[in-house]
């Protein structure tokens, strides 16, 4: 019920996620602007991976719409903050030191706040969807979902602009601006651990089985041979 808005989500563009490489063509300027950046992003890199990986935790398709309601909209919440966030923190840096460095300061500034607008109309909606009638509330989560994919893949034109040229070269050697890691679900760390045994129970099943099917196996060969032998002495 809930996979298609963490398929939406987890496709998301977000503030420098796509940097890559280690170039140091990037003046001492460039890398002190990217730094000042980059120090402020990776706090909120994290909140909007933890609001991912709590959607993605709330796929089963038992879950309860009241339960996925309910973690949809604090992440939608989170990540619309964090977005937010992130606009002030490109915008407190001020325009990075290259040519036309102001328009694609102020572009992405404009994008991240506008995301942050989009992501926080997304919570409205969630909340307003009817967790009685299980059909329709999957039918609502569709249309968010429908709807994230749009914010997903329209509208990231000036974030690409910022992210590219001597900027992003020297945003990309700023640990900051580097992929965060999501945290770890505990349940699968449970069913990990809890797995071995029952595995190997399972193992042991099978070998019970395997070691009394050889022993049937065995004796109606023998009793085989043994009628095989009466009959020649008859």
Known sequence: ???????????????????????????NKVNDWAKKVCDQVQ??????????????????DNSKPADVQKTDSAAFQQISQAYKALGSAVDSAGPPPVDDGETTQKEAVKELN????????????????????????????KGIAD???????????????????????????????????APASPSAGTSKSASPSKDSKNSEDA???????????????????????SSDKS
């Open 207 to 229: 070998k019970d089985v395997k070691d009394s099917k050889n022993a049937q196996d065995s004796k109606d060969a023998k009793d085989a041979s043994s009628s095989a032998s």
């Open 1 to 27: 019920m809930n996979k298609k808005l963490a398929a939406a989500l987890s496709g998301g563009a977000v503030l420098v996620l796509t940097l890559s490489g280690c170039s140091d063509d990037s003046d």
């Open 147 to 181: 709807e994230l994919n749009k914010i997903s893949t329209n509208g990231d034109q000036a974030l690409k602009k910022l992210q590219s040229g001597e900027v992003g070269s020297a945003m990309a050697k700023q640990k900051g601006c580097q992929k965060p890691t």
């Open 114 to 141: 506008a995301s942050s607008v989009a992501y926080a109309d997304l919570q409205k909606k969630v909340d307003d969807l009817n967790t009685k009638d299980q059909a329709k509330f999957a039918d609502g989560l």
């Open 43 to 60: 706090p909120q890199l994290q909140k909007i991976a933890n609001a991912n990986a709590s959607i993605q935790q709330q796929t089963a």
